[in-house]
């Protein structure tokens, strides 16, 4: 019975992983599938996008830039944030793009970076929680936090929290901060267990992974109707990015490995079409003053059902804030 427990989650989550690619790569094949939107320039907004450095968020961050934006790249790899920010402005004239160290398994390093950011005096109209591991050994945080529960959900969770009060400065009536998380559709096979988010009982990998990616489409919609009860200029949206060649594949087993070296080419995303959701959600005018949705290929779509139960929303995001230590207050 344990070895099935453990068992089943990865099958949900491999199965869900072929249904994504095989509508992806039935997507390349139709006319206009993957033609990329004009947006509009962004001169003077600020952004923060965690895990910036590589993969998708390298590309949300470089895309962004283009387009005027100063963008603050949060991540905990100093050397490969720096060569980052070192080869946009490389590749894009005037580019005002930094490094800033945020380590999101640590809440600590998470109160330490927005300080540092405060610090800087200036407004923040987008931030995007970006940042992931996935399918990775058994083993807590400092915080004693299971690692896909803190990296991936809570530290967001705080982060988030944390900078809203920038956000809510920033924007207006007529042009909304945003706040853009990103998620996955295996979130449509995690399982939220609240009495034992950290995954203590029967560790598997895919299941903390799934779940920890439920827990952040219930968070951005709990935190979006927190928002529109308290008439704030801030508006929060989920984006699923698809199957993306990334780093994040090194834990899958052997076979996906050389499953995805054989046809990565032909059914999975790269990292920059893996970031136009992101910045669609980011800088998208049909967006303007639009939260609450799950997008996908630059479309509002569905996400799990679980996902839309309230209350389940609220006991997380109540759990949330004893976890990390706020108070459970309306933002």
Not at 202 to 207: A, E, R, T, W
Request: a neutral charge; hydrophobic letters at 40%; charged letters at 20%.
């Amino acid at each position: 019975m344990s070895l099935l427990s453990v068992a089943l989650p990865a099958l949900r989550v491999y199965w869900i992983g072929v249904c994504v690619v095989l509508h992806q790569a039935l997507r390349r094949l139709r006319p206009g599938g993957s033609s990329q939107p004009v947006f509009p320039l962004q001169n003077g907004n600020v952004a923060i996008v965690t895990g910036g450095a590589k993969g998708i968020g390298y590309h949300t961050v470089k895309h962004l830039a283009r387009l005027g934006m100063h963008v603050i790249i949060a991540g905990c790899n100093e050397k490969e944030g720096q060569e980052a920010v070192m080869k946009i402005k490389e590749e894009i004239l005037n580019a005002k793009v930094e490094f800033l160290y945020c380590d999101l398994a640590s809440m600590k390093s998470v109160h330490q970076f927005v300080q540092a950011f405060k610090e800087k005096n200036c407004p923040l109209h987008v931030l995007i929680n970006n940042a992931a591991v996935m399918l990775v050994p058994e083993r807590k945080t400092d915080d004693g936090f299971e690692e896909h529960f803190a990296v991936n959900y809570l530290g967001h969770f705080l982060l988030t929290n944390l900078l809203l009060e920038a956000l809510k400065q920033s924007g207006t009536h007529d042009h909304n901060a945003r706040i853009i998380t990103l998620s996955s559709a295996t979130h449509f096979v995690g399982e939220l267990h609240l009495n034992d988010l950290q995954s203590s009982c029967l560790y598997s990998p895919h299941g903390a992974y799934a779940q920890s990616k439920l827990a952040l489409v219930l968070f951005a919609y709990r935190l979006q109707h927190l928002l529109t009860e308290g008439g704030g200029p801030v508006t929060s949206n989920v984006v699923d990015p698809g199957v993306v060649i990334t780093d994040l594949y090194q834990n899958v087993c052997w076979a996906a490995k050389v499953i995805k070296w054989m046809t990565a080419w032909l059914l999975m995303k790269t990292p920059e079409e893996g970031a136009s959701t992101s910045v669609y959600a980011a800088v998208s005018p049909e967006l303007e003053g639009i939260g609450g949705c799950y997008l996908y290929n630059e479309q509002r779509t569905k996400s799990a059902d679980p996902s839309y139960d309230e209350e389940l929303q609220k006991r997380l995001w109540s759990k949330s804030c004893k976890l990390v230590g706020i108070p459970d207050v309306a933002p």
